[in-house]
Nanobody
Framework: QVQLMQSGGGSVQAGESLTLSCIAS????????MAWFRQAPGKERELVAR???????TYYTGSVQGRFTISLDNAQNTFLQMNSLKPEDTALYSC???????????????WGQGTQVTVSS
């Protein structure tokens, strides 16, 4: 099994920065997709950023492109650097990991506990 433990988050003013961390333990060879999702009140969960553990290719949703950076270290831990935060970034952020399927999609089987990010104007 894989366990994902998140840290970071909190309350900031618009324009400030935060870094979220997702520390992996267990059978970390079980996945090659790592991602950050967020869910704001009354909205559906949204994929924010994704990185492949092999090759490091990344994906960002349009609203965060140029402001957020997803990264990975050698221990398969993932980080989300969030700059120039906006009130609309306010949400519960969760990291996730899973295998890259032959269909080309990622199946996120493992999830962190979630951490709140609140951005005030």
């Amino acid at each position: 099994q894989v366990q994902l433990m998140q840290s970071g988050g909190g309350s900031v003013q618009a324009g400030e920065s935060l870094t979220l961390s997702c520390i992996a333990s267990g059978y970390t060879y079980n996945y090659n997709c790592m991602a950050w999702f967020r869910q704001a009140p009354g909205k559906e969960r949204e994929l924010v950023a994704r990185i492949f553990t092999q090759g490091g290719a990344t994906y960002y949703t349009g609203s965060v492109q140029g402001r957020f950076t997803i990264s990975l270290d050698n221990a398969q831990n993932t980080f989300l650097q969030m700059n120039s935060l906006k009130p609309e970034d306010t949400a519960l952020y969760s990291c996730a990991a899973g295998p890259h399927m032959i269909t080309g999609t990622c199946r996120y089987a493992y999830w962190g506990q979630g951490t709140q990010v609140t951005v005030s104007s």
